[in-house]
């Protein structure tokens, strides 16, 4: 009986983790908290180890205990990760960042918030250099972008690194007004 039960652990601590990972996978799906996985993998290492003693032969407890709670936490931590697919509560879909227009402003111009914030200071500094603008309107235009590269800043450290599509979707609005006032200004 000890010998069956073992090995019907044994067979599912292999197979769930290669079931859980068949899963469809979304890269847009963002995790928003941790806890999970980590509750995952701790209660199965858990119970993996006092399952892998209980069934271990008579002076084989530690080892299978100790195999026993490696099956269980990589199986914890694969069914733990097996929710994630589409979406669930507590997860927001980002989607790729937005591409930039093959023409105006934007021609050119990288897709992440943050290297177009750099492309539209290189920009600046390139017509402030040239006098295409003032001083006075390069150091407000400057001031305006500055605000928006810390705002993206603060938008990535409350949100743990990420920024999700609602918060890129409005700093590239920000940038757009700045670039539409940017071409008032240098035409005039």
Known sequence: ?????????IVAGATLPIVALAQPYDPGCVESN??????????????GAVIGSNVAGHGARTGG???????????????????DHPCPAGYVYEGPPPQPAAY?????????????????????????????ISPYDYRRLEAQLNDIRRQEDQLRDRDGGHLYSADREYLQNRLDDLTQRFRWEASG
């Open 1 to 9: 009986m000890r010998k069956t039960v073992l090995l019907a652990g």
């Open 34 to 47: 941790h806890a999970r996985h980590v509750a995952g993998t701790v209660v199965g290492g858990v119970l």
């Open 65 to 83: 205990a100790i195999v026993g709670g490696a099956t269980g936490a990589l199986a914890g931590n694969a069914i733990s990760h097996a929710g």
């Open 104 to 132: 105006g402003f934007w021609a050119g111009a990288p897709a992440s918030i943050r290297e177009r914030i750099d492309f539209l200071q290189r920009r600046l500094d390139y017509s402030s250099e040239r006098g295409w």
